[in-house]
Structure formats: structure tokens, C-alpha cells
């Protein structure tokens, strides 16, 4: 495994509903990540955080709310979704981010939530 | 803009032939790229990773080769096995950000 865990693996929500999806990697990184992956579509950024600071977001809709509470932990929060944000969102985690390190930190993935929105 | 492509989006391979997925980048000013896997019901999987500073990069089984003249990105795979079975996409650094490709679906067959 990468160090890097998800949950919950799947989700099926409705668009009324509010949930969380968790992130947390055990490898010592500073920086996390936020991806959306739809089919037949390259992964999207969604959101970055280093050192528990969001440095990025990458014109996300506000019913994704992220949540950084410490270098291991990420949330996403989710509410009043669309059918159309049903995906695999993926955390992932590298040693810095791109910018701060100037160097090609690799990012290692978790294993993704599957979420589903009726 | 910039983008990161895939030639074949299906690749097909006997077990113990040697694979080689290709990767087109059009920004010439990137400096870093990576090859993941992707299994079924899995998140990606880091493979190798080259910088633009070199050609060639080996791994276990695994060779990349990098063509900055025509912006190519390549990975081979030697002796392919039912295990390598999956989706592999390629990403390359752009300034802070990693642009990803589509993907490739590669399939082993004994």
C-alpha cells in the first residue's frame, strides 16, 4: 500500500445530502491533494494544501468545502451535490508541494472514493 | 494549451512480449514527468519518474525514455505479465502543477 488511506471507498449520496469524504497519510508529508477523476477524462485538481494552508483551488464549486486540519489529515465536505460530480476523488500526498520544493516530488495516491449522486 | 496525450488508448500484449506505451507533451518548457499505474478499484500507483535533464531512466522491468526534440514520453515494460494489466497515464510538471494524460488500458494476455 502507498501510506495514504480513504474513506469510505464508496458513497452514494443524494443531492440533499451532506457528507465527508477523510483522507490521512502516514509518511510524513507536508503537502496533500484533492483530485476528481471522471471517466475517460484526466485527473482534475481540485484543491492543495501545505502545511495545513490551502494554496490551491482550482475553481472548485463551494459544495466542495476541503478541510486540512493537520499535515496528515484531509477532508472534502460535500453538499448539495450534482449527479454530474459523481466520480473517483483521490487524495494523494507528496514530501513538499511542486512549488515550495522546486524539485519533482512524486505524489502517491490513496485508493479513492467511488461516489455516486442520484 | 497544454496538454498530455496518449497515442493508443488500448493496448493489448502477450504474456512475456514486451510493452511500450507512448506519451505526447506539448509544453516544451516542462521539466518533470511521471509514469503511474492504475489498477482496477485502485488509486494511481507511482511507476518512474525522469526529468527532463536526461534521456533514459530504468527501473525494475521498466525503462523510460524522454524525447525532448518531438516531446515524447515513453514507458516499456520488458517480459509483460497478467500483473501489469491496468491503466497507465503519464504526467508532466508544468511550473507548480502536474498535468495528467488520459490514460492507456493495457492487457496481458497468456
Known amino acids: 500500500e502507498t501510506g495514504v488511506t480513504q474513506t469510505p471507498r464508496h458513497l452514494v449520496m443524494g443531492m440533499t445530502n451532506k457528507k465527508s469524504l477523510k483522507c490521512e497519510q502516514h509518511l510524513g508529508h507536508n503537502a496533500m491533494y484533492w483530485y476528481k477523476q471522471s471517466a475517460k477524462k484526466p485527473l482534475e485538481l481540485m484543491f492543495v494544501y501545505n502545511f495545513k494552508e490551502q494554496t490551491e483551488n482550482n475553481s472548485v464549486p463551494s459544495r466542495f468545502s476541503p478541510e486540512c486540519p493537520n499535515s496528515s489529515h484531509l477532508f472534502l465536505h460535500l453538499h448539495t451535490l450534482q449527479p454530474e460530480d459523481s466520480a473517483l476523488y483521490l487524495c494523494?500526498?507528496?514530501?513538499?508541494?511542486?512549488?515550495?520544493?522546486?524539485?519533482?516530488?512524486?505524489?502517491?495516491f490513496g485508493p479513492g472514493t467511488r461516489l455516486t449522486v442520484l | 494549451g497544454e496538454s498530455v496525450g496518449l497515442h493508443l488508448p488500448t493496448l493489448s500484449v502477450q504474456e512475456g512480449d514486451n510493452s511500450i506505451i507512448n506519451c505526447a507533451y506539448s509544453?516544451?518548457?516542462?521539466?518533470?514527468f511521471i509514469w503511474y499505474k492504475q489498477e482496477s478499484g485502485k488509486g494511481p500507483q507511482f511507476i518512474i519518474d525522469i526529468r527532463s535533464n536526461m534521456d533514459k531512466r530504468q527501473g525494475q522491468r521498466v525503462t523510460v525514455l524522454l524525447n525532448k526534440t518531438v516531446k515524447h514520453l515513453s514507458l516499456q515494460i520488458a517480459a509483460t505479465q497478467p500483473g501489469d494489466s491496468a491503466v497507465y497515464f503519464c504526467a508532466e510538471r508544468t511550473g507548480d502543477k502536474l498535468i495528467f494524460g488520459t490514460g492507456t488500458r493495457l492487457q496481458v494476455f497468456p
Open positions: 494523494a500526498s507528496s514530501p513538499h508541494t511542486l512549488r515550495s520544493s522546486g524539485v519533482g516530488d512524486t505524489q502517491y
Open positions: 509544453n516544451s518548457a516542462s521539466d518533470y
